[in-house]
Nanobody, 121 residues
Framework: QVQLVESGGGLVQDGGSLRLSCAVSGRSFNMFKMGWYRQAPGKQRELVAQITRGGSTDYSGSVKGRFTISRDNANNTVSLQMNSLKPEDTGVYYC???????????????WGQGTQVTVSS
């Protein structure tokens, strides 16, 4: 059974930094493409950043240059370093794991329970 557990959320002032971590268990970590999503009150969940099994990264335009996603395959974790935080970064941040299978089969998708990030102005 695959489990994702996020940590590192909290309250920070405008311009501050936070580091989120997501620990994955249940399957070999290097089989997963990993991502961070967030959901603000009254809004849809959106992609923040993702990292492939090979380490290639992709970011939403609103966080590019401020956030950095990384993975540690030895410790089965993915992290999101968030710098220069803004009030609009407030939301619940979710870790997502895509277990990629054959090209003709959709990936199996797993989500963490979420961690709250609040940026005060």
């Amino acid at each position: 059974q695959v489990q994702l557990v996020e940590s590192g959320g909290g309250l920070v002032q405008d311009g501050g930094s936070l580091r989120l971590s997501c620990a994955v268990s249940g399957r070999s970590f290097n089989m997963f493409k990993m991502g961070w999503y967030r959901q603000a009150p009254g809004k849809q969940r959106e992609l923040v950043a993702q990292i492939t099994r090979g380490g290639s990264t992709d970011y939403s335009g609103s966080v590019k240059g401020r956030f950095t996603i990384s993975r540690d395959n030895a410790n089965n974790t993915v992290s999101l370093q968030m710098n220069s935080l803004k009030p609009e970064d407030t939301g619940v941040y979710y870790c997502k794991a895509d277990l990629l299978r054959s090209p003709l089969t959709p990936p199996a998708v797993y989500w963490g329970q979420g961690t709250q990030v609040t940026v005060s102005s």
